[in-house]
């Protein structure tokens, strides 16, 4: 299996800019997180690599071939989106149709995932709950066994135990296919002990695309007096910076080479990814 | 998350950890099988090159070795490198942190010693 | 382009949702009006079905024979109702194209599965409908509808074309503009079925100057069909409602490039 690429990617709308030329290069066989504020541009990335929607400017390939309109492409790419909850089609017609146009659909994982989620199959997807729709997403995802999987936010709306039981579901089918994930979310920290690599969307642009773990060992919190923090982290790349009194903190990203002295006078302390998140695409006072 | 982990530290090394951990207290022996990649990556939902990563610390210290198509085993005198690896870094991990503690309350290093001498808790 | 993929669509998945439709709608709605006639005629003296009659124009020799008079009442009622049924399906795109979309067809996939989906639709909802007429011919030895299938099979088609005309140009997937079409939609198929009813009264009367021409053998000769001399309206709107199903088709191809998969989802 081939890698995607994205070459030069923009979206623009008549006023509006999504993304800006964003470059990326999504290697298989990995679990990778998506994370973004509201708007940012996840479902509109996720939507171009899939030819959900085309880009306004750039290209992207499945290896050597672009992916739009070539249905040798398309075969090895399932997105699966929130539903609209509108949608008056049943749930068992929908699966129907996604076996059909599914090329490596698997109907008895389908029938295994729909039993473990406890699925009503002969309702409409407008009278299921949130949970129940993400339910949906979640087993046209995995059922369709397709090489690079999106999803969109695939527990929105799911309690702590269904949570739970997509993310051993989601370990489960990656360790035994190797499939390539890339899942969009906004419950961070919860998920991010699934992703291989994790990538972040901010002002039009992926500002970060790194192993999770390597990222989150170069994330360091410092707090302390104002002046000691200053010179402790001169020179780094900081990040809301907060100052109460004389008294101040900072999120810091370390390069290679840099770290953080050690000193009575400083506190430091592991970043969570959602509080590296924060940091660094929260609004800055 | 898993319950079981910390957002303190790396995951991977909270997994060697753990491992380790468990042969220290014989909840695995030596020359018995550990956990595999995936069975640990299922038990505290993390991503399997993750717990991979954590296995291969101990790999690569001696502590596992590896039987072809059968899985991960405990080494022989594996307890004893554990024990005399955590010996080497016990300044570092936990001295370090007291002494810097004990300084920025004025506790010089004999008064230390005197309180870990006398006192009678453990 | 994969041809089963299309073959799977239409067939499989469209058809048999269609045949349920089309139970229920083409031949439970015929054979409900062609009872209600029979009733009405036998029972009622006809009081309420002359209004049928009226519009329909039977000839004299026809008006006697009920039985003939039922089946080209269910020929003529499964026509228009195949036209409600073309462009119900037409307007459900969302589920006939965006779907297909969102499950990683191609544009030109799912917008060719769409159209064939139609086709085949049609031509069932005909074929029931040009049997009744047939049978009504052999009855009666003759039946409008049968004798000049070719002009009203392009009127159908002229129906869906313009409709498939506007859908094209608003397939951006604007939901104000997909109401504004809806509304045009309606009245143009409102407007053309009164035009239909009233030409249909004035062809058996065959009194309407407006509608002579000589130019008219030209196309008699063309079609290959007997075309009476009113009909040269229904000829022109019948070659109209091809060109126009081709350029509404030719256009939707061209702006599908532009279609993304929103309308399904939130």
């Not at chain 1, 699934?194 to 994330?219: M, Y």
Request: aromatic residues 10%; glycine residues 6%.
């Amino acid at each position: 299996m081939e890698s995607i690429f994205c070459k030069n990617v923009s979206k623009k709308y008549k006023k509006k800019i999504v993304l800006e030329d964003v470059n990326l290069e999504l290697e298989p066989g990995k679990i990778y997180g998506l994370i973004g504020r509201n708007g940012a541009g996840k479902t509109t990335l996720l939507s171009m690599i899939a030819a959900h929607a085309p880009v306004t400017e750039g290209l992207i390939c499945l290896g050597e071939e672009e992916i739009w309109e070539n249905p040798n492409a398309l075969e090895h790419i399932c997105f699966s989106r929130q539903l609209n909850p509108s949608m008056i089609m049943v749930v068992k017609d929908y699966f129907k149709l996604a076996s059909m146009y599914y090329p490596h659909w698997d109907e008895n994982y389908a029938k295994q995932l729909i039993e473990k989620f406890e699925l009503e199959t002969s309702k409409p997807v407008s009278k299921l709950s949130k949970g129940m729709q993400s339910m949906v997403t979640i087993v046209a995802a995995l059922a369709s066994k397709a090489d690079y999987t999106f999803m969109d936010e695939p527990v929105s709306g799911l309690d702590v135990i269904s949570r739970d039981l997509f993310y051993k579901l989601l370990i489960d089918e990656y360790a035994e296919t190797g499939r390539t994930f890339v899942i969009s979310t906004h419950i961070i920290d919860e998920a991010s002990d699934i992703f291989e690599e994790v990538i972040v969307l901010n002002q039009n642009q992926i500002v970060i695309k790194e192993n999770t773990q390597e990222l989150l060992e170069r994330a360091v919190f410092v707090s302390g007096k104002a002046e000691e923090v200053d010179k402790a982290v001169k020179g780094m790349n900081c990040y809301h910076a907060e100052t109460i009194g004389r008294s101040k903190s900072v999120t810091v990203l370390l390069e290679e080479g840099q770290r953080i002295e050690d000193s009575s006078e400083l506190t430091t302390r592991a970043v969570t990814l959602q509080n590296l998140f924060v940091a660094l695409c929260g609004k800055e006072d | 998350m898993s319950q079981f982990l910390s957002q303190e530290k790396s995951i991977y090394l909270q997994i060697s950890e753990m491992i380790e951990n468990d042969i220290l207290r014989d909840i695995i022996l030596e020359e018995e099988r550990v956990p595999s990649t995936n069975e640990m990556a299922k038990l505290y939902s993390i991503n399997p090159a993750t717990a991979a990563k954590g296995i291969n610390i101990l790999v690569d210290e001696g502590i596992v070795y590896k039987k072809r198509g059968i899985g991960m085993f405990v080494s022989t005198g594996a307890k004893e490198t554990i024990k005399k690896r955590r010996k080497a870094e016990f300044y570092d991990h936990y001295i370090r942190s007291i002494i810097k503690e004990a300084e920025s309350l004025e506790i010089s290093k004999e008064e230390l010693v005197t309180m870990i001498l006398e006192n009678e808790d453990c | 382009m994969n041809g089963k993929k299309i073959r799977t669509y239409t067939l499989n998945y469209w058809l048999k949702s269609f045949i349920k439709k089309a139970i229920w709608m083409v031949l439970f709605s015929t054979y409900l009006i062609m009872a209600f006639y029979c009733i009405d005629s036998l029972l009622g003296e006809g009081k309420a079905m002359s209004f049928f009659r009226d519009i329909l124009v039977l000839g004299e020799s026809e008006k006697n024979v009920l039985l003939n008079e039922v089946l080209i009442l269910g020929s003529w009622w499964g026509y228009y109702i195949s036209a409600i049924l073309g462009v119900t399906y037409m307007l459900n795109y969302r589920s006939m194209v965006m779907l297909p979309l969102s499950m990683g067809s191609t544009r030109r996939e799912a917008y060719v599965g769409y159209e064939l989906a139609i086709v085949v639709i049609l031509f069932l909802t005909n074929l029931h409908s040009l049997i009744l007429a047939f049978i009504s011919k052999e009855i009666a030895g003759e039946s409008v509808l049968f004798n000049h299938y070719p002009v009203y099979i392009a009127i159908l088609i002229s129906f869906i074309g313009v409709a498939k005309l506007l859908f094209s140009i608003q397939f951006e997937n604007s939901s104000k503009t997909g109401n504004l079409v809806k509304v045009i939609l309606g009245c143009y198929i409102f407007g053309a079925a009164i035009g239909i009813f009233a030409h249909h009264v004035f062809l058996v009367a065959g009194e309407n100057e407006m509608m002579d021409g000589e130019w008219l053998n030209v196309l008699v000769d063309f079609l290959g069909v007997e075309i009476k001399p009113g009909e040269w309206l229904y000829a022109l709107v019948a070659v109209l409602g091809v060109l126009t199903w081709v350029i509404g088709g030719k256009i939707t191809l061209k702006k599908s490039k532009n279609i993304e998969v929103v309308m399904l989802f939130s």
